[in-house]
């Protein structure tokens, strides 16, 4: 099965380049393969819209590292995910995509204006976000669970950061 899914986006790739070369745009492209997962280039400017949709004033460029980066961790998460067994319930991952889409509404002022801006109806709007918030919640459930482990104390803390040169720390306003 990996060795069909590398021959298929092997293809993709392939056909892009020429398709690209020809004069003509191209559809997508695979911009990493993380185990049996891709991440498309639209997968990227989707969310990259999502974070300027939301308020991000920063460099397109940068939010762009961002979620790219984002994504090759929580692809990581997800594939641990699958080998760990979690699920998430449909019922969760309803009311997250209904508060991130009520979000978006209240930032964009109307259904109307978010329908605009992302240039596609509410229920397209609504299919597209949902594997982008089951993924999300599964790679966070995977964190949740690495984390359940983890016990520090204040004074293993104040013990790391006292073994840190202070000219190396961030200076933080008072």
Known sequence: MKILNRIITSLIIYFSVILTSSGQYIIDEVSAIVGDEDILLSDVENMVLQQVTMGDKRFVDIIRCEVFEDLLVQLLFLDQARIDSIIIS????????????????????????????????????RRDLRPLMENQQLAAQVQNNLALDISITPEEVKRFYESVPSDSLPLMPA
Do not use: C, H, P, T
């Open 90 to 125: 449909n019922d969760d991952i309803n009311r997250m995509l209904d508060e991130r889409l009520n979000d978006f509404v209240l930032r964009a002022g109307s259904e109307e204006n978010l329908e605009q801006y992302f240039k596609k109806s509410m229920v397209e709007i």
